[in-house]
């Protein structure tokens, strides 16, 4: 148990005797104390210098903790299980004050929104290369599918490789982000290599997963006297008997009552079929990762590899990732020094129809909390049974046949440049490239409800998803008796440039091509679609921070973002920020 201390840092708090009290504040060391048989105690905690000092990842920068006026949470990625998610996103799950993390597709390597203070959407910056906020999704959709899809922002790295996280929760620790981190930016830095002898290192880890609370279902049983009750129900308010007009049940000018269910039927149903045990199992997770890391004083290199596989909890359902990272950095001269940062990265997903729809456009979890218990999978002809009084709704174990596979693989790459001139003046110049391909290829069969409408639906999409960054700062601190000035000053120019294209066609003479053959499909007006856009973004910026006697505390910011999104004269916007801090403890 535990509790937290009011304004005037009183608490209470019920133990058994012999309990130790572990006593924290942000900010201070964390105490432990015996209670003994004391009723009341006096706690003083003592300031944690180190986290004080500790160095936080700021926009285009590090800053020591203490220095901070603005809001910004850390999260160390060595206190968090990886083994437990897939991408990033999870990894944030509780982690940070302010943050908000929702999932939002029960898919394998499925998106989970991450919501700063209750905005919208943040951005990410891994290694200084910003990512896209949301996912790169093509095509889905594109046979009417409720697939429910939405992949994690992030889903191509791997969570062993994380160094650190910061999340940038306010106006200020964001405005150098400008027109894009309205929302919050989380600040992701990757593990590097470190001097020393090669080191190889292995972790892997296996884990089986369950539905923690399935729906409490009616049996056959209990479905026959629940629709007979409703079948009585719906002839007496028919007919105005009882409560529903006063009629008794027995007037003979009434029509006779015919319920669907005898009671030798509810007493020994021919099929008690659990849908939910039919579509669903035992889910199994194995991730594997190695690395090796190195250097000396000039040249430092990380290299590691991930092979992650999931099968989820429904069958046919799962995601595989194969990952692989270099990191080098190379000390060229005195005033010299170069970094590549490499991350490839290959997803496959099998998909399953998970979508909240109903009725006709029912996914299979909607499907199997609908379908009637006393029906078999499959009628006498093999084929799948259908609940005649809702032909609309698709056979759970069905959708089951439905073949939809996504396809990622992407490249995220960057390589900078560092030159110290003179004392305090750091020259960097950083080139990216983050370039995200998928492709997505789905089959409905004429098994399905969806496939049947059309004869068997195929359909395949593709599509292309390239950033190119280009980075300038320079960085200079100076101290001046007890004064601190630390500025910056930067140029970015990014151009993004998305090419897609996608086919469909329908009514086929049998479900043995799938989405192999799309020619072989009888539609009379088969689809075809195509679409590219590129777009241009510069931007300039600056920040200077000041402290004086490391007691008051400024930092200033000013961002120009141009977007040859709009129009002309109408391409620029302005991102002013100011922020004042007062270290109390410092006064003497």
């Known amino acids: 148990n535990g509790t937290a201390s009011d304004l005037n840092a009183k608490f209470s708090l019920e133990v058994s005797p012999g309990a130790v009290l572990e006593i924290s504040y942000i900010g201070y060391q964390t105490q432990e104390v015996k209670v003994g048989d004391r009723t009341s105690l006096s706690v003083t905690l003592a300031e944690n210098q180190q986290i004080l000092d500790e160095v936080v990842v700021v926009g285009y ?31 944030l799950l509780g982690r940070a004050a302010g943050l908000q993390a929702t999932v939002s597709s029960p898919q394998p390597g499925g998106g989970i929104n991450i919501s700063i203070r209750g905005g919208g959407t943040p951005i990410y910056v891994v290694d200084g290369v910003v990512m896209p906020s949301g996912s790169f999704e093509v095509g889905t959709g594109s ?43 989380i600040i992701v830095t990757t593990k590097r290599g470190k001097s020393g002898a090669a080191k190889v290192q292995y972790s892997g880890s296996a884990s089986v997963q369950q539905i923690a609370k399935s729906y409490e279902m009616l049996d056959a049983s209990g479905f026959m006297r629940a629709t007979n009750d409703y079948t009585r129900e719906q002839w007496m308010r028919t007919n105005g008997v009882g409560i529903y007009g006063g009629k008794e049940a027995t007037d003979p000018s009434l029509p006779a009552l015919t319920l669907p269910y005898t009671d030798a039927q509810i007493a020994n149903p021919a099929n008690n079929t659990n849908w939910f045990d039919e ?9 594997h990762n190695l690395s090796i890391t190195g250097g000396n004083d000039n040249t430092k290199y990380l290299v590691s590899g991930n092979y992650f596989n999931q099968d989820g909890v429904i069958k046919n359902n799962g995601m595989t990732r194969y990952s692989l990272r ?32 109903q009725n006709e ?221 007062w270290v109390m403890s410092e006064e003497d």
């Open 361 to 581: 456009n029912a996914g299979i979890l909607v499907s199997a909390a609908q379908f009637n218990p006393a029906l078999p999978i499959r009628d006498e002809n093999g084929n799948y049974s259908m609940n005649s009084d809702a032909s609309f709704l698709p056979n759970p174990v069905s959708l089951l046949d439905i073949t939809d596979k996504t396809t990622q693989e992407r490249l995220l790459a960057n390589a900078f440049f560092e030159v110290r001139p003179i004392d305090g003046l750091l020259l960097k110049a950083n080139f990216g490239i983050d370039r995200n391909y998928q492709k997505l290829k789905q089959y409905l069969p004429t098994t399905t409800l969806y496939g049947q409408r059309e004869n068997g639906a195929a359909s395949i999409a593709q599509g292309d998803n390239s950033d190119y960054l280009m980075e300038l700062t320079a960085n200079y601190t100076k101290q001046v008796g007890d004064h601190n000035f630390n500025a910056l000053v930067g140029h970015s120019y990014q151009l993004f440039t998305y090419e897609m294209f996608s086919g469909k066609s329908n009514d086929f003479i049998t479900d043995g091509f799938l989405y192999n053959n799309l020619g072989a499909g009888n539609a009379k007006r088969p689809t075809v679609g195509s679409s590219a856009t590129k777009s241009r973004m510069a931007s300039f910026f600056g920040r200077l921070n000041y402290t004086f006697k490391d007691r008051y505390l400024l930092t200033a910011t000013l961002r120009a973002d141009g977007s040859s999104n709009f129009a002309s004269g109408e391409r620029w916007g302005f991102f002013p920020s100011v922020s004042l801090g």
């Open 279 to 287: 579509i669903s199992r035992l889910g199994f997770q194995t991730s």
């Open 326 to 357: 270099a990191n080098l950095d190379q000390k060229l001269s005195k005033y010299v020094k170069m970094g590549i940062n490499l991350t490839a990265t290959r997803n496959e997903y099998d998909n399953v129809p998970l979508g909240s729809g």
């Open 61 to 91: 920068g590090t800053t020591s903790r203490k220095n901070l006026t603005t809001s910004i949470a850390t999260v160390k990625t060595e206190k968090i299980s990886k083994a437990a998610t897939s991408n990033i996103s999870g990894m």
């Open 143 to 185: 046979t009417s599918l409720p697939s429910s899809v939405n992949r994690a922002g992030l889903a191509g790295l791997n969570p062993n490789d994380i160094e650190s996280i910061e999340v940038l929760k306010d106006a200020s620790s964001t405005a150098i982000y400008g027109a894009r981190a309205g929302n919050g930016v």
